[in-house]
């Protein structure tokens, strides 16, 4: 089996060779050829901005499994991250986080007898990911956050077949659908569907901002979630400082063609060079890529030895008892190498099955691939929203986009700032910013409107103003397909 490796930035290479050596002393050599690829920093600074060479997309694409260290992402303006391009270019659609209690990790829940056992599924696609950003006037940026039924619904499917495979009886769904109906209210509602198909698995839903304080509050109570991406994301971080921090979560990238495996944790740049950073972390993420091909074998021995050394004091510099030694990166991999055949005593061992390689090599699609979940919608056009970039007033723009909008089948009907409708009523406490939204909705008793009426209302309204961008009001099988004002 082929499996591409990019090293990483900072302490990449370190918990990476750190790792394979691990691996080699398990046997895995004999199962697995790993095949170097060129991504991240180096790449980036070669001018190339994805970060990867087409050599490694090339290696990577014929693999269809990646194993990586943490690469850097310049913060604000630079390269987009090439974590999530990565995710994004091979469709890895499901983040996969396990989060337990690990002997030797001391934590509050720990040292009050509360042992966590839960798993996080994230979409990893969508959501404000797609980096689709834009300066819409001098003060207001924008980030488009989008939701699909396609996308949700593989990233479900997903968290209840692995619920299945896990033997996990109940699934969360995490979500803010009270406050974004449409799209969470989407992820919410594919949530629902899906789990249908499954029928042996309890179900319930919970708000995100309620969801992180249970976490806290009692995270026992919780077998696994599933989170849209920003969210997710956060949750995850959350979830691994109960369990010890970003040193000890685990994370698979799950494609249906492609997968990819690394440290939930960055670069590390503050200790880079060092030789001390831990690698538990991408050797837990590596017991995932081992358990994905079928290598369960050679997994569970390698998480018992794991498991074993920490219940034993073995430790690096950021964790453990203080009383003890702290190894180095690579000392600490070959402690846990020292204890294969040995198994934790103070928890319970993971079972020590038969390997039985299950990996296929991915199947290139002879042609690009459109989802569609939903069956096609009658859409019909009741309006527009148009987005003006002005420092007016809403006073002064009702009546100057009610004259613009005169020779055109549409009216004005609403004036919002930041989503809180301002005219034609509001409060005067509503602080507005430069960047309005007008809605213009079908006069009454006039005909059913195309996008040709609405470009010469655009057309019509760029004449006075700057019209940032648009949106169709739409109808889909009669239900409107937008949502309301706060406040309308
Ligand atoms: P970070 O996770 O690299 O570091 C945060 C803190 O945790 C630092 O004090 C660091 O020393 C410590 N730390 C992290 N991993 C550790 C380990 N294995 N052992 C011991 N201590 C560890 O987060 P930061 O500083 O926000 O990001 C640094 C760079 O990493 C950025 O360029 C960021 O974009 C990138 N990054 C990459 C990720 C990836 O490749 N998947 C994920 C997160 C960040």
Not at 2 to 12: E, V
Not at 161 to 171: F, P, Q, S, Y
Not at 205 to 223: E, G, S, T
Request: neutral net charge.
């Amino acid at each position: 089996m082929r499996i591409a490796l990019a090293h990483g930035d900072g302490i990449g290479p370190e918990i990476m060779d750190a790792t394979i050596e691990l691996l080699r002393a398990a046997g895995c050599a004999q199962a697995i050829e790993f095949v170097p690829v060129e991504m991240g920093k180096s790449v980036f600074e070669k001018g190339d901005s994805r970060g990867m060479t087409d050599a490694a997309m090339a290696t990577v694409e014929s693999c269809g499994l990646l194993l990586k260290g943490p690469m850097e992402t310049p913060k604000g303006g630079g390269g987009k991250s090439i974590n999530v391009t990565a995710r994004k270019v091979w469709n890895a659609f499901a983040n996969l986080r396990h989060f337990r209690t690990l002997p030797g990790v001391a934590t509050p829940y720990s040292a009050a007898g509360i042992s966590l056992d839960f798993v996080i599924v994230r979409e990893n696609i969508e959501d404000t990911y797609g980096g689709i950003e834009h300066r819409l006037s001098s003060d207001v940026m924008q980030c488009k956050r989008l939701i699909s039924a396609p996308g949700s619904d593989c990233v479900h499917r997903f968290a209840f077949e692995t619920a299945r495979r896990l033997g996990i009886t109940k699934v969360h769904c995490g979500h803010k659908a009270n406050i974004m109906k449409m799209t969470d209210g989407l992820f919410l509602e594919r949530f629902r569907t899906v789990a249908a198909e499954y029928p042996e698995i309890e179900t319930a839903d919970v708000i995100v901002d309620a969801l992180c304080m249970n976490l806290v509050m009692k995270p026992q109570q919780y077998r696994m979630i599933v989170l849209p991406n920003l969210q997710g994301d956060i949750v995850s971080d959350l979830a691994a400082g109960l369990v010890g921090g970003l040193g000890f979560a685990p994370s698979a990238n799950i494609g249906s063609q492609i997968s990819i495996f690394e440290a939930v944790h960055g670069t590390a740049p503050d200790i880079a060079g060092k030789g001390i950073a831990n690698p538990c972390s991408l050797i837990l993420s590596t017991l995932m890529l081992l358990r994905h091909v079928g290598l369960v074998g050679r997994a569970a021995r390698l998480e018992n030895a794991l498991l074993a050394s920490l219940e034993q004091g073995v430790r690096t510099g950021d964790f453990g008892d203080r009383s003890k030694p702290a190894l180095g990166t690579m000392d600490f991999a070959r402690a846990v190498a020292q204890r294969l055949g040995q198994r934790p005593s103070a928890i319970e061992p993971v079972r020590e099955g038969e390997d039985r390689l299950v990996a296929k090599p991915p199947v290139r699609p002879s042609k690009p691939i459109v989802l569609r979940t939903m069956k096609v919608a009658q859409s019909a056009i009741v309006g527009a929203d148009l987005y003006l970039d002005s420092d007016q007033p809403s006073e002064a723009l009702a009546p100057a986009l009610e004259s613009l909008a005169a020779g055109t089948p549409f009216r004005l009907t609403l004036i919002s700032n930041r989503g809180t409708q301002v005219w034609p009523t509001g409060s005067v406490y509503t602080e507005c910013v430069d960047y309005w939204r007008a809605r213009f909705e079908l006069r009454p008793g006039s005909g059913p409107a195309d996008q040709g009426h609405v470009v010469a209302l655009l057309s019509a309204v760029a004449k006075r103003y700057t019209v940032c961008s648009h949106e169709l009001l739409r109808t889909f099988d009669g239900k409107p397909g937008y949502s309301l004002a706060q406040g309308q």
